[in-house]
């Protein structure tokens, strides 16, 4: 069946750190691709998203790169801050379905 | 434009009891779907509402989850009667285009004890 498979959290950087948050997906055809946020006490927010191979979603420095031939959508920033602390859900939406599928999460926790 | 609203933020029950948890979706969003998360799992796809129809349900977990949308406006989901596996994080989501993605609203937190 469809799933997503996201690395095991939290994760803890410090500030202007690297951040990747690795992804990876089992779906049947060409399923559009996202990574969703949720900050402290707020709801899931889009992120970013792509909808085919190499395609490569963006959005506040954040970046995630549809690879069809490993099945990935990695995410990364190049510097984190202390405002990146949040939990992020990497999904997938089938062509023909209409919900979305998550993985797990992942905790991020950004220290200055 | 006004998000998802959802509520309650909270509920703590005991077990037996029946709750109700409400979503009120962007004005004119025909779609609106429920998903939950227990603890340190995956969210799960519950059911998806076009107007006051449901489309899809296959994710409802048993008979002791019914969810509404009458009038294709606000959604409830009554769960009855509780027990401790429902435990978890209640999201709802609406979209007027499934193209263009999906708003959530900031869930409700259901505890049962």
């Known amino acids: 069946g469809n799933s997503v498979t996201q690395m095991e959290g939290p994760v803890t950087l410090s500030e202007e750190a690297f951040l990747t948050i690795n992804c990876t997906y089992t779906a049947t055809g060409y399923p559009s691709l996202f990574w969703y946020v949720q900050y402290p006490g707020e709801g899931l927010q889009l992120l970013l998203k792509a909808t085919k191979a190499d395609d490569k979603g963006s959005n506040k420095g954040f970046e995630a790169t549809y690879r069809k031939e490993t099945t990935s959508f990695h995410l990364e920033k190049g510097s984190v801050q202390v405002s990146d602390s949040a939990v992020y859900f990497c999904?997938?939406?089938?062509?023909?379905?209409?919900?979305?599928?998550f993985g797990k999460g992942t905790t991020l926790s950004v220290s200055s | 434009e006004a998000g998802v609203t959802q509520f309650p933020s909270h509920s703590v029950i005991e077990k037996g009891q029946t709750v109700t948890l409400r979503c009120d979706p962007i004005s004119g969003h025909d779609n609106l779907y429920w998903y939950r998360r227990v603890m340190g799992k995956e969210i799960k796809f519950l059911l998806h509402f076009v107007k006051e129809s449901k489309q899809d349900e296959s994710g409802m977990p048993n008979n002791r989850f019914l969810a509404e949308r009458t009038g294709g406006t606000y959604s409830t989901l009554k769960v009855q009667p509780a027990e401790l596996e429902d435990s978890g994080v209640y999201f709802c989501?609406?979209?007027?285009?499934?193209?263009?993605?999906?708003?959530f609203g900031s869930g409700t937190r259901l505890t049962v004890v």
């Open positions: 999904a997938l939406k089938t062509q023909a379905g209409t919900a979305l599928i």
């Open positions: 989501a609406s979209s007027q285009d499934i193209s263009y993605g999906y708003t």
